[in-house]
Nanobody, 118 residues
Framework: QVQLVESGGGLVQAGGSLRLSCVAS????????VGWYRQGPGKERESVAN???????KYSDSVKGRFTISRDNAKNTVYLQMNSLKPEDTAAYYC????????????WGQGTQVTVSS
């Protein structure tokens, strides 16, 4: 079982920045794909950014050029640097770790709230 703990959320004005962190327990982090997802009020959960075990990244069109995902395998941590924040970025942000090691796995954190005021 992998535990994921997100931090770094908060209230920020439009145009500001935040950095989210997600620390994973266990030993599978370095071989896993990791992602950030978000769910805004009245909306479905959507993918924001993903990074593979090899460091390849992918972003949603809505955050491309503003957000950067990175990982530190030595610290079992994934980061999401969020710049030029907009009110529409307001959401609960969730960390996800997935992969396969003898069997598939898919773990979620409990989320951290990001609120962007206009």
């Amino acid at each position: 079982q992998v535990q994921l703990v997100e931090s770094g959320g908060g209230l920020v004005q439009a145009g500001g920045s935040l950095r989210l962190s997600c620390v994973a327990s266990g030993t599978i982090f370095s071989i896993s794909a990791v992602g950030w997802y978000r769910q805004g009020p009245g909306k479905e959960r959507e993918s924001v950014a993903n990074i593979t075990s090899r460091g390849n990244t992918k972003y949603s069109d809505s955050v491309k050029g503003r957000f950067t995902i990175s990982r530190d395998n030595a610290k079992n941590t994934v980061y999401l640097q969020m710049n030029s924040l907009k009110p529409e970025d307001t959401a609960a942000y969730y960390c996800n770790v997935r992969g396969s090691y003898f069997r598939p796995y898919d773990y979620w954190g409990q989320g951290t709230q990001v609120t962007v005021s206009s």
